[in-house]
Every structure is written in structure tokens, then in C-alpha cells.
């Protein structure tokens, strides 16, 4: 088999990669390691950033989205019994987030692929990459049965955080950084009305609690939990009671339960790869980054990889001009470390750390309180919380900084 673009990995990564090559006549084609059943129904996070929303809409996969997301213009935090609205639109010239589940945007990217006759090969097995540093790289795997090869100009590397393709670079050429946060979150999908209109982040003595959504039927919620736990330590009405306690108001929230549909426990990591690109690999989302879920970056983080590379590529491949892949790292990276902040940052204010003592509790409070009452801080949050624009990776002066490592 030949193609431009060997992708590796059907998440939302490789799945926009895929499509947005395809709108300029660039032919790639897209490995999974899962059947396809089991990645349109995988339970993932569910907020996308404005431009993502715009995105989808602006490449013809927004209809759905359209139909069933629900475009929220405000977020509340919740702390000391009340709850202060931010208002995203306000403080952001009208940008807002969109409630849509993750794995209906890998559905409806799937859905257009295929109509387009685009070709992903699901429930591959064995995947290597070969000759990353040369220029006719090649994917070997199996499928149905039969040893395969793909050969391609370029390997896009969009495999998740288990995938292969990050330890496809040899160890000398990549740097990683990476944080363990002391703590986990239990997620729960409720067939139960959500409790109220919009997304609530909770700070509580207890620890955080997340009241989100996914449909005007279906709750989403989360509770922070000891890192060492797991679902036999939380029988369903341990879990109720305390997103219950934690989620609780002075005048009364009423918290609505209903048949827990799915649930999981998920550990709290930050991690980076660098750089992005080993010759002809270019690694994109998951594969090179994790974020905390507290800002709810890592589907949109993803998404602003595969933008850049997509453009990096067409210029490429049309015009021969190397200078947006050599770039393609370094552009990445400058939004990764935002996003990584960022989240770092709200997962720091709304968690109890593992250390907690009245100082750090009070310290939390008096940074809520000041979030909640300062536009320049409330601005702080919705800026980042609606995603920075695209090209802030480019307004960023990188004459005054230390480079890259290895880039
Ligand atoms: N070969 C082929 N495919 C693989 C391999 C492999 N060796 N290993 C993993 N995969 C597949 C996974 O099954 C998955 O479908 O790669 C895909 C990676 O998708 P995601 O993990 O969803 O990663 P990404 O596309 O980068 O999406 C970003 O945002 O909300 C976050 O973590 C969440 O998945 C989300 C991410
Ligand atoms: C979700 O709905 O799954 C969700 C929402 C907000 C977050 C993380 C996850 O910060």
C-alpha cells in the first residue's frame, strides 16, 4: 500500500488530520488498532473550545454538532455554599464552549471519511514504523489475518498515549516532562436531567467535584479521589452522597440522580514529548501530550496540533516548502505549555491538595473569591477556558527565549 500520509491512530487527531488533507487533495490513510465499535462509543471528555466548534462546522462535519451540542456562554464556580458565574461570552467578545460528547466527533469525522471514500483500516494489529529518518518511511502491520506495508512521505503519529509512535524516536532524540498529580477523578455518566444549566466546578474540604452534561437527558460528573482507588472502593451510593456533600449550596442545590450508565477512574497526569518530530514522524494530541481534565484542553489541544500540521503539509506537498514542517514543534509546543499552565492552574485551585491544611485551604478560597470578583482574573480564566485563538502560538516572540531542547 502507498499514501502521502501514513496516520496512525482514529481518535480525534488522526480522524481531522485525515479529513482536512483530504479537502486539499492530499491522500493519507488511517490505522486502528480498535474496531470501530469501540472507538465511536469510548466515553472521553466532552467540551470543545469555540474554534473547535468552529472547525468542525467550517469542514462540513458540524450539522450534528449543530443539532445536539449545547453551546454554553458561562461556567459556574462553586465555593464556600454559593456558586459565581463566569460569564465566558462577556469577558471573551461573545466566545463560548460547546457540550459535545467526544466520541461523537470521532463518529461524525468517521462518518465523513468514509463517505468520501476515505480509507481507515480499523482493528490492525502489530503496528511498527521503519525509516522515520529517511524519506520513504514505512508502517508495517497486520490486518484480517495478513502482514501488510504501508509506505508514505510522512508518518503522522496520532496514537493516544499508549500508542507506538512516540517510542518510535529513539530515547536520545526526545525530552519528556512529566508531573503526577496525587489524585485521580471517578466519572460518572447518570441517565438523569443535568442539575443545572451549565457546567459547575465545585471546591469543597472533601475534594473537587465537576457537575457536567452531555445531552437535556444525560449528567456527567466527577469526583476527585485518592490516586490509589478504585471502583469497588465506591459503591453507588458512596458515590452520590458525596458528589451530593461536595456539590451542595447554602440555599439548597438539588443534585437529580438517575441509572449510572458508565463509570471509570481516570489518574491525573501532565506530560510533554519533545520535540514533536523526529524526520519524516510528526507526532499530534495524545501521542505527544497529557493534559489534568480540569480545563477540559485535551480534545481541543489536539485539534490545534492537527490544524498546524494539516497546513504544514499542504505547503509541502504543493509548493515544496519545508519551513512549516521545521516550525511545526516549536509552534505546538508554545500552545502546549499554555494549555499546560493552564490546566496546571485550575487543577491547583480547585483540588484538595494531598498535603491539605487550613493555610492551603483559605489560600484556595481567597484565589476563588478574587477570580469570581476581578475581571482582569475572570478574564484570565475565560480566555483560556473558550481556547486561545489559533495564531496566539505565532504572536508569541520567541527571539528572547532559550530553544527548544533537541528542536
Ligand atoms: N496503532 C494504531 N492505533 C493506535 C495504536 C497503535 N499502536 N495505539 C493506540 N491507537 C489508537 C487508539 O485506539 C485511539 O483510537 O489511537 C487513537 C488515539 O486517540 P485518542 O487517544 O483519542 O487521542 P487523540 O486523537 O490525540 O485525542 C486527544 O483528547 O480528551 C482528550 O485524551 C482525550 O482522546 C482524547 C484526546
Ligand atoms: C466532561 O464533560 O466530560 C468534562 C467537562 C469539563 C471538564 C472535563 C470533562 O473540565
Known amino acids: 500500500m502507498r499514501t502521502q500520509v501514513g496516520i496512525i491512530g482514529a481518535g480525534p487527531a488522526g480522524l481531522m488530520l485525515s479529513h482536512l488533507l483530504h479537502l486539499e487533495g492530499i491522500d493519507s490513510v488511517v490505522l486502528e488498532i480498535r474496531e470501530r465499535s469501540y472507538v465511536e462509543s469510548r466515553v472521553r471528555a466532552g467540551v470543545l473550545e469555540h474554534d473547535t466548534a468552529a472547525l468542525l462546522r467550517e469542514v462540513g462535519v458540524g450539522a450534528r454538532l449543530d443539532r445536539e ?21 462577556a469577558l471573551t467578545s461573545g466566545r463560548s464552549i460547546t457540550v459535545y460528547g467526544q466520541q461523537e466527533v470521532v463518529k461524525d469525522l468517521i462518518a465523513a471519511r468514509l463517505d468520501a471514500g476515505g480509507q481507515i483500516l480499523f482493528d490492525v494489529g502489530d503496528v511498527a514504523l521503519d525509516g522515520l529518518d529517511s524519506d520513504a518511511p514505512v508502517v508495517r502491520f497486520t490486518h484480517e489475518g495478513t502482514i501488510r506495508e504501508l509506505r508514505c512521505a510522512v508518518v503522522a503519529g496520532c496514537d493516544g498515549f499508549h500508542g507506538v509512535s512516540r517510542g518510535s524516536v529513539p530515547a536520545a532524540q526526545r525530552r519528556t516532562v512529566e508531573h503526577v498529580y496525587p489524585f485521580s477523578w471517578l466519572g460518572i455518566l447518570a441517565e438523569a436531567t443535568p442539575s443545572a444549566t451549565e457546567l459547575i466546578y465545585a471546591h469543597h474540604r472533601r475534594g473537587f467535584a465537576l457537575h457536567s452534561m452531555r445531552s437535556p437527558e444525560v449528567t456527567r460528573l466527577y469526583l476527585q479521589v485518592p490516586p490509589d482507588t478504585g471502583l469497588a472502593d465506591w459503591p453507588t451510593t458512596r458515590i452520590w452522597d458525596e458528589l451530593h456533600t461536595r456539590l451542595a449550596t447554602d440555599d439548597g442545590f438539588a443534585l437529580k440522580e438517575g441509572p449510572i450508565l458508565e463509570q471509570g477512574v481516570t489518574p491525573m497526569r501532565s506530560f510533554v514529548t519533545e520535540p514533536m518530530r523526529y524526520g519524516r514522524l510528526f507526532l499530534a494530541g495524545d501521542a505527544a501530550h497529557i493534559v489534568p481534565p ?27 516548502r519545508e519551513s512549516g514542517l521545521d516550525e511545526y514543534s516549536a509552534r505546538c509546543l508554545r500552545r502546549v505549555w499554555r494549555v499546560q499552565h493552564f490546566s496546571a492552574w485550575m487543577t491547583g485551585l480547585l483540588h484538595r491538595p494531598a498535603d491539605a491544611d487550613e493555610f492551603a485551604d483559605r489560600l484556595q478560597l481567597a484565589h476563588l473569591e478574587y477570580v469570581a470578583t476581578s475581571t482582569a482574573a475572570a478574564t484570565t480564566l475565560a480566555e483560556n477556558y473558550v481556547g486561545l485563538p489559533l495564531d496566539w502560538s505565532d504572536r508569541v516572540d520567541t527571539s528572547a527565549k532559550p530553544a527548544v531542547p533537541f528542536a
Open 69 to 89: 451540542g449545547l453551546v454554553h456562554t458561562g461556567v459556574e464556580l462553586r465555593f464556600g455554599g454559593s456558586s459565581r458565574r463566569i460569564d465566558l461570552a
Open 294 to 320: 480540569t480545563g477540559a484542553k485535551g480534545l481541543n489541544l489536539a485539534m490545534a496540533d492537527v490544524r498546524f500540521l494539516a497546513s504544514a503539509l499542504i505547503d509541502w506537498f504543493r509548493q515544496g
